[in-house]
Each structure stands twice: as structure tokens, then as C-alpha cells.
């Protein structure tokens, strides 16, 4: 599901940006839902074209943006070994997140995508490889967001 977000002339098809979330600028700004309403704070998106739409004035960039497709990028996640098959659809639990603060693999660990896509559905693209985790049995995958 493609979303829409004003950015500034001359952003090139195909470039990935991540999106970090708001500033106080933009909370006083009329087109802000545009910007920031179907963006999630830390994914990646991906710039498909620049829309037909009329340009705006931003406040935080001193200029004129324009309104261009994004797409939301995949991403990497914990799934269960058992559970993760190629193609397939499936919603991400809390449960599926599982982490210990003492864990010695916790800077490595994807965990945080698990939690902020909790009860999200997910169509599994491909299965990267299995991540040793001492509490369950964990595989790393690539998904796409589906709602």
C-alpha cells in the first residue's frame, strides 16, 4: 500500500529515506497530515514519483515541497522457526518479541520492528537465516507490511 508525503523538488525515484517522526514546525502546519500520518517512526521508505499534486510551502525547509508516492521498504524481523514459510501472510505478536535486557545478543536483535508492527499483518518475502536466541527458536526475516 503505497502513502504520500511532501519532500523537497528533485528527490530522485528509487531513494530510500527514514522516517524519524516530526518536529515542532511541522505540528503547526496545515499539511502536516499529508507528511506524517502514514509514516512510521524508524522504517524506510522507498520514492516512487512525484505526484501531480500542487506544491506547498514548508516552514522547516524554507521552501516549496511537492507531493511524491512513497512505499514503505521491507523489513527485517523475528518470526518463529517453526512458522516462517516464503509467501506466506501472517500477524505479528507481542509474543514473538521476546527479549531479556541482560540478553548478549540484544544490539544485534531486530525485537523493536516485532513490537512497533505488533498485531500487524505481514507477508513473509524470504527467510534470511535462523537467530540463535538462548530463550526461543527465532528465524530473521524479510517482510512487507500489508495494512
Known sequence: MNKYSYLSRGIKPGSVFTYLGETFECTQCSNRKVCHNTLNIGFSYRILKMTEGESV???LRGEKVFLYEVSPEP???LAPRGRVKEG?????KLDDAFCKTDCERLGECPVLFNVLI????VRVL???EDFNCSEKKLSLVRVEILD
Not at 506466506?88 to 505479528?92: K, P
Not at 505488533?118 to 499483518?121: E, H
Open 57 to 59: 510551502y514548508c516552514t
Open 118 to 121: 505488533a498485531n500487524r499483518k
Open 88 to 92: 506466506a501472510i501472517m500477524e505479528i
Open 75 to 77: 523489513i527485517v524481523l
Open 126 to 128: 524470504e527467510r534470511l
